[in-house]
């Protein structure tokens, strides 16, 4: 097996369209207007009824605002500096729980748990210090060294 294409951490659809939709919505940040949905959908592939459902869980999560009417839509509360890639997972994922390894009889367990810990704080780690802003400085940096051309 190849461990280069074994993935330890998978990538769930809601956290993927999540994401995405927060990407855009951080792009647009600064320009103060909502983005609508199909306007969201338009630049990222993400089936509608998903991102109905994942808005309306940012939205109650204080993450997202939403606004009604012919100029309405969608808008971060927050900065993009502000987001991380990690507030964003436990929210979209819900807070994962604690293994009852307290309890781990044996020295074996306790070794194995011990790993997976270090394992679960270095993913914690790497997904924190990312942030909307970084993934669209990113996204413009791409941009620019291969720009495309429309024929």
Known sequence: MNSQNYALLDLSSKVEYALLALLELASNHEKKVPLTMSEITSKQPIPERYLEQILTNLRRAGVVQ???GSKGGFILVREPWQITVLEIVTLVEGERKE????EAPTLERRLVYEIWDQANVAAMEVLGRYTL???CQEREARLQQSPMYYI
């Open 99 to 102: 293994k009852e390894n307290s």
């Open 133 to 135: 802003q970084d993934l």
């Open 66 to 68: 939403s606004q009604r």
